[in-house]
Structure formats: C-alpha cells, structure tokens
C-alpha cells in the first residue's frame, strides 16, 4: 500500500535533539512526513536520491520546532478565582487565603457543580489558548473535585479534551491536592475513603497516566504522599510530586526514591533533594508563573540543578488561583527573566525536558525520525525571539501527527 509523504521544506530547525549542540540547528532543513511520523528531519541536501514525496510545502525559512509541551496543567476547573488576586493585591498570603477557606477549596465547588462534559466545556478556551501558541501535547491534572466521582469527572473532561482538539493529552490524578471541607483535620480518612479507591477506579477506567500529590504544610505530609504514591506504584501508575514551593519538607527527594518522573516548583529545594533528583533521573519542573502571580521571592536552586545534571523542564502551571497563565511563550520569559534560563535551557524545557517529565520522550519534543510529527513553524529570525518577545505570538502553523492543526 503507498503511503503518502508531505516535505516541509526550505526550514530552518531546531531539533532539540541531544545529541546534538545547542538546539540541534539545521539550516536549508526539511521535514518528511508519513502517516503522522517523522521519517526524515536534517538538511535537505541530505535526502536520499530519489526520496519520493507526494507533497511539498515550502515554507519560506521559518524556524520549525518541536511543538511545545506543557508538562504541568490544572486546565480543567470551574469557576474562576479573579477575587483572590484582588485579595492578594490587598495583603493576603496564599497560605492564608487557603485557611480562609478560598483557594483551592473555593474552586472545589465549582467544579463539584459540573459534569464532565460541563467541565470540559469551559476547559475549551483555556486549550485553544495553548494550542493558539504551539502546543501539541497538555498534561491535565484532577484535584479540584476531591470527591471520587468529582475527580473522575475531571480526568473525563481531560480526556474529552483531546477528543474535541488535535492535541495529545497526558492525564494526571491529583486528588491528593487538598484536604475537602467534610474531611478537615482528617487527611488520613481523607486518603483512605477518596484518594486510594478514586485511584484504583481511575487506573481501571484508563482515566490516569500519572499520579501526582501536594506535599506541603497546608495539603499533605510526606508520610501522606508515600501512602498515596505506594497505591500508585502498586497499581503500575507512574507519580510525580508538587515539592517545596512553599517550606522544604523533603518532598522532592520522597519523589526521586518512589521513582517520580518529575518533582515540580521547587522553591525551597536543598542540596539532598538537588542529589536525590540528579541520581533519580527526575525531572525538575519549574513553574515561573506561580512565582510571579505569588509575588515570591525564593528562587529554585536553578544553578544547583545545572551542576547536577538534572533536566529542567517548564510550564505555565495553567490554574485558576496561582498561575492563571495560558502563554507557554510568557512561561519561557518568565523562567529567564525571573529565574535565570538561558534561551537554550527555557526552549528545551517546553519540549525534550518535557516530554521526559511525562514519560513521552520516545515518541515527542525532539524532531527526527521515528517520532511523532509534531512541529510548530515560526515566523522569526531566530529561536531566542520565542523566549525574548512579550505579548506577540509569531506563531505561522502548528503541525499535530503530521497535519496542519492551525
């Protein structure tokens, strides 16, 4: 049976790939693609005699990248929580905001209120907003339901999603996110009677890819999360962990010896947690947008993670409370500006060091042959325009499996 080839052509790429310097640049590049794989991404001198293609299109030196990959998401909720920034403005800490009974809790109810298709529905504007910017794959986590039928209603909507979308979506189970109203003071009954039968119900569904849990003073202790994350390695479930954005409670390092992909915002991270992640292979996810919307003023160890060797991904953190972001391309500005990437490091965090933190680097964030052919073509002279520019998005055409998706 023929299988056709479409050329993307007369590019200029940046790969990613890690074997090669830098960004992996190709000029006077090309991309071939076959039923939605890359078969060829180099220069297009290097083409084989007589490759055979059934279309071309050329696309006049634009850059071609990975398309990008938001590894840390909570785009599914309902509601907003716009008055807790004005409460912000006004004084208020986010742990004192959450013991008011506001964040998190707060959008529990709305989202309580909805089904999943309700959920989805209003989830729809935030996704088109990351794919209006290059995005081919989201991960979207639960835990603003904390019921089990609210959380499964939430990986449902997630998985919607990627049905109404040209877009990959890796779904997270995070009903260890907060303690709900009913159970305060009870976080253990709280686990026992939600978190463990909701997950066990959720990996029977084929609802969650991953496992994820808040480790901090105001949602769970690490004895907590190590009860949740060995029902998830029972289960087969991979986990990763928001650690240490708030007060170091060694959750970072509680991630790296269950395994965890990745360990994410990372603020308060210290040397045994830096060297626990480097030995794990976890990715570190940082989350500038939490940052700014916080008003923060602790950095993650950023040159600590460098001398170790540990992957750096980064991600809008996409929420309705702190990190109301949807612009991977503010994100990538974010994390230079305000937390010390170079253009290399913020560009490889949204593609390769991504997909790593979702288990998907075999099959996305780098261009050459064998992955998924999922690209973004730029209108710029150059990648560092990606991470310099504010509020302009040169986006010329994302590519999802092969096709023009906008």
Not at 3 to 8: E, G, K, N, T, Y
Not at 232 to 259: C, F, I, M, N, T
């Amino acid at each position: 049976m023929h299988r056709p080839v479409r050329l993307w052509r007369n590019l200029r790429l940046a790969t990613l790939r890690p074997d090669l310097p830098g960004l992996g640049t190709v000029e006077a590049a090309a991309l071939a693609v076959r039923q939605g794989r890359i078969v060829f991404a180099g220069a297009e001198a290097d083409l084989p005699p007589g490759f055979a293609v059934d279309e071309a299109v050329d696309c006049g030196g634009r850059w071609a990248l990975p398309a990008w990959i938001d590894c840390h998401t909570h785009l599914v909720y309902g509601g907003d929580r716009a008055h807790e920034f004005e409460m912000r403005l006004a004084g208020a800490t986010y742990a004192e905001i959450a013991r008011a009974g506001g964040g998190i809790a707060a959008t529990v109810a709305a989202t309580r209120a909805l089904d999943a298709e309700g959920l989805a529905a209003a989830s729809l504007p935030r996704l088109d907003a990351l794919l209006a910017e290059g995005v081919g794959t989201v991960e979207i986590k639960s835990g603003y339901g904390l019921t089990v039928e609210s959380e499964l209603a939430m990986l449902r909507a997630a998985r919607r999603l990627g049905e109404l979308r040209p877009v990959r979506v890796s779904a997270t189970y995070l009903a260890a996110h907060a303690t709900p109203p009913e159970y305060a003071g009870r976080n253990a009954d709280y686990i026992a009677e939600v978190v463990l039968p909701g997950m066990v119900r959720a990996r029977a569904e084929g609802l969650a890819d991953m496992v994820d849990g808040f480790c901090e003073g105001i949602a769970f202790s690490p004895a907590e999360i190590a009860t949740v994350f060995a029902e998830a390695r029972r289960l087969g479930l991979p986990v990763k962990l928001h650690a240490e954005q708030l007060s170091d409670l060694g959750g970072a390092a509680l991630a790296a010896r269950h395994g965890a992909r990745s360990a994410e915002h990372l603020e308060w991270l210290n040397p045994e947690g830096v060297a626990a992640m480097a030995k794990a292979g976890t990715v570190a996810v940082l989350l500038p947008g939490a940052f700014y919307t916080l008003r923060e003023t602790r950095r993650p160890p950023v040159q600590a993670l460098r001398d170790a060797g540990v992957a750096m991904a980064v991600s809008t953190d996409a929420n309705p409370g702190t990190s109301p972001l949807t612009s991977p391309l503010l994100a990538m500005n974010m994390a230079a500006t305000l937390f010390g990437l170079t253009v290399e490091e913020a560009i490889a965090g949204f593609t390769r060091n991504a997909a790593k933190a979702l288990g998907l680097e075999a099959e996305t964030g780098t261009l050459e042959a064998g992955k998924s052919a999922d690209f973004a073509i730029w209108s710029v002279e150059r990648p560092a325009e990606l991470v310099y520019r504010l509020g302009f998005n040169p986006l010329h055409l994302r590519v999802f499996q092969g096709e023009a998706a906008s």
